[in-house]
């Protein structure tokens, strides 16, 4: 069946119980922030392939890692290993994708992200995204990056349940600016629904992969909402290489005439 140019559709490739997972929006984002975040996640918990995501206005590319081809959207499923305790964490699900949808499809992409969740029975959508700040003339611009412990982490939830929970108590609320692309319509659907999604975002440099700024936000997911925490000690340096990975795959595709350049899409904060 032919599908129109701005339709969605889900394909499960192994059906998982997936109920009460906690699920990660990893579309690119500024400074690939939520890219490199779902990345970790899917390296570090091996989480497996378990679905794509289709639409005529996807790139038409394969991305080949290892020597099997990757579509351009998959879904993955993975969780913690089990605590001293025995205690097993909630299951994690990663949407991931390296390219930047087209504009004409966010609305229908996310909303079709949210059906698939709530079908799913899934507790919660986390959104990690950069948030583009003013630095003071000499940090950046001489090649000196901020420090880990100098950026920080801004929160926003769709419902005031969430909002006490995880917000308030562990971060500084964003009240004011604007959120575009997939997390700002998955906040809005979330909200309508009456459906938990938070937005994290990290203070982060918009023309280029920054791994300091996702590190921020695995740190602050790995603190708040995971009951069995990741060993933190790999997590920088899993960062960087992910980061570089990512990096490699956006030049590859430019010059293969696949994708916009990054600074040409549009991001998905403005402040």
């Not at 559709?9 to 975040?37: C, M, N, T």
């Not at 994708?97 to 799913?120: C, G, K, N």
Request: charged letters at 25%.
């Amino acid at each position: 069946m032919t599908m129109q140019p701005d339709q969605v559709r889900i394909y499960e490739l192994k059906r998982v119980d997936v109920e009460g997972a906690i699920v990660i929006d990893g579309f690119p984002s500024v400074g690939l922030v939520s890219s490199i975040v779902a990345n970790y996640l899917i390296d570090t918990l091996e989480m497996e392939q378990i679905g794509i995501v289709e639409s005529p206005a996807f790139p038409t590319v394969s991305l080949v890692r290892g020597g099997n081809p990757q579509h351009p959207v998959r879904i993955y499923a993975g969780r913690p290993a089990a605590d001293r305790a025995g205690r097993v964490a909630d299951r994690i699900v990663a949407f991931v994708s390296e390219f930047h949808p087209a504009p004409a499809i966010i609305h229908p992409l996310a909303t079709s992200i949210m059906d698939w969740v709530q079908e799913q029975r899934c507790s919660m959508l986390v959104s990690p995204e950069g948030l583009v700040v003013d630095k003071p003339a000499g940090d950046v611009g001489r090649g000196r990056p901020p420090k880990l412990s100098d950026v920080k982490v801004y929160g926003v939830a769709s419902t005031r349940k969430a909002r006490d929970l995880y917000v308030e108590p562990n971060m500084l609320p964003f009240t004011e600016g604007v959120i575009t692309g997939i997390a700002g319509v998955l906040l809005n659907e979330g909200r309508r629904r009456g459906f938990d999604v938070l937005t994290f975002l990290a203070e982060a440099q918009s023309d280029y992969p920054d791994a300091r700024a996702a590190a921020k936000v695995i740190e602050t997911i790995n603190h708040i909402l995971l009951r069995t925490p990741l060993d933190p000690v790999p997590l920088y340096h899993e960062a960087e290489r992910i980061e570089q990975q990512l990096l490699s795959i956006q030049r590859h595709a430019q010059e293969k005439g696949h994708t916009e350049r990054p600074q040409t899409a549009s991001p998905p904060m403005y402040r």
